[in-house]
T-cell receptor, first 114, second 115 residues
């Protein structure tokens, strides 16, 4: 199946700093990628839809100025958590769409803000 | 708006026993349905998906699921569970939007396998 990678897999940062997470589709091109957030022992919550060459579409309640998304190429989307705070600590997962119906997920990035 | 309910938060089965994980969905049109598995600290792996056609869908690792429109269900089954199947299982329903398939996930079922 299609492979999606994320980097870094884990990151620890100080409160107030910014963190960038990369999501790459390794063996296919993805015009659309998705960013999810998963709290411990909970489900995935869609944060935003990232479209190559255009602005991301954010879900209700997600601050677009805090979670900056850039989809600069057909194989790369980045999520930047700006001015991170401890409540931003979470597991962030991206996915890439291979067809209208199917998404493949990355392994996730564990963010810890101290 | 679509929604997914996984009634069982935790399930424990003995290795070799059969397994059924329940999933009920709410969606106004014909849904796209998925089952994903997540191992600790990892992303989601697609087990199987239903779009149309045969309501019994075969997936990887010996899993299957049956779409029952009358019951709004898409339960996941496996005839004989292996210890390596212990993981978190998520059911999801997809809705086609302008940007592609937007997935809504259930809260997951944690499967424990006793040896």
């Amino acid at each position: 199946g299609a492979v999606v990678s994320q980097h870094p897999s884990r990151v620890i940062c100080k409160s107030g700093t910014s963190v960038k997470i990369e999501c790459r589709s390794l063996d296919f091109q993805a015009t659309t990628m998705f960013w999810y957030r998963q709290f411990p022992k909970q489900s995935l919550m869609l944060m935003a839809t990232s479209n190559e060459g255009s602005k991301a579409t954010y879900e209700q309640g997600v601050e677009k100025d805090k979670f900056l998304i850039n989809h600069a190429s057909l194989t790369l989307s980045t999520l930047t958590v700006t001015s991170a705070h401890p409540e931003d600590s979470s597991f962030y997962i991206c996915s890439a769409r291979t067809s209208v119906e199917t998404q493949y997920f990355g392994p996730g990035t564990r963010l810890l803000v101290l | 708006a679509q929604s997914v309910t996984q009634p069982d938060i935790h399930i424990t089965v003995s290795e070799g026993a059969s397994l059924e994980l329940r999933c009920n969905y709410s969606y106004g049109a014909t849904p796209y349905l998925f089952w994903y598995v997540q191992s600790p600290g990892q992303g989601l792996q697609l087990l199987l998906k239903y779009f149309s056609g045969d309501t019994l869908v075969q997936g990887i690792k010996g899993f299957e699921a049956e779409f029952k429109r009358s019951q709004s269900s898409f339960n996941l089954r496996k005839p004989s569970v292996h210890w390596s199947d212990a993981a978190e299982y998520f059911c999801a329903v997809g809705a086609i939007t302008g940007g592609g398939n937007k997935l809504t996930f259930g809260t997951g079922t944690q499967l424990k396998v006793e040896l």
